[in-house]
């Protein structure tokens, strides 16, 4: 298994530009998370989805938007960037029937100059 | 709203000594999850234990232990015999056992493994 990946690993955008994380996971897992980590911060919650066709704002979802097309698949949506979403975007992903542990992906490290 | 604190940014350990690191929560649940989460500079989160608030005895794998006071809200990780490999970022994080989903983190703390 690949567990969680994340493409890509590193990407600088101007300001007014969009992109989109991809974040796929192998482990057919219902859950699955966006995170940002500021630096010097722990992580916060931006969306979660609890299965394909689902999903919900977190503690931080302005200026994102994300879709669950699949069960394997999460892409983060970025409109218009801006500086304060310079930041470093962690995927994940966990299983309610298992022992809820959340598997990360690698990260990707955005900034927006 | 639940929050978590840790209160140490950066602690230092010699190699094969033991350390502790502190984590403090607030929250007004008596159900939940506790968790430290290990980031080495590769970036990678990875789980390093787990803990149920319904039960008393404290976690253990490995090298690794926490002592949890339900009390005094307090979850610190006690790691023995430090090796080069446990320097990282420690988070605590939190979870309501209502939620599946929301975690609650901690900002970190920097560990330094001394040879």
């Known amino acids: 298994n690949a567990g969680v990946t994340q493409t890509p690993k590193f990407r600088i955008l101007k300001i007014g530009q969009s992109m989109t994380l991809q974040c796929a996971q192998d482990?057919?897992?219902?859950?699955m998370y966006w995170y940002r980590q500021d630096p010097g911060m722990g992580l916060k919650l931006i969306y979660y989805?609890?299965?394909?066709?689902?999903?919900d704002k977190g503690e931080v979802p302005n200026g994102y938007n994300v879709s669950r097309s699949t069960t394997e698949d999460f892409p983060l949506r970025l409109e218009l960037a801006a500086p304060s979403q310079t930041s470093v975007y962690f995927c994940?992903?966990?299983?309610?029937?298992?022992?809820?542990?959340?598997?990360f992906g690698p990260g990707t490290r955005l900034t927006v100059t | 709203a639940q929050t978590v604190t840790q209160s140490q940014p950066e602690m230092s350990v010699q190699e094969a000594e033991t350390v502790t690191l502190s984590c403090t929560y607030d929250?007004?649940?008596?159900?939940?999850?506790l968790f430290w989460y290990k980031q080495p500079p590769s970036r990678q989160m990875i789980l390093v234990i787990r803990?149920?608030?319904?039960k008393q005895q404290n976690a253990t794998e490995n090298r690794f232990s926490v002592n949890f006071q339900k009390a005094a809200k307090s979850f610190s990780l006690k790691i023995s015999d430090s090796q080069l490999g446990d320097a990282a970022m420690y988070f605590c994080?939190?979870?309501?056992?209502?939620?599946?989903?929301?975690?609650?983190w901690g900002a970190g703390t920097k560990l330094i493994i001394k040879p």
């Open positions: 994940a992903s966990s299983s309610p029937r298992g022992n809820d542990e959340q598997y």
């Open positions: 482990m057919n897992h219902n859950y």
């Open positions: 989805s609890v299965g394909a066709g689902i999903t």
């Open positions: 929250t007004s649940e008596s159900d939940y999850y």
């Open positions: 803990q149920e608030a319904y």
């Open positions: 994080a939190y979870r309501s056992a209502d939620s599946n989903y929301q975690l609650i």
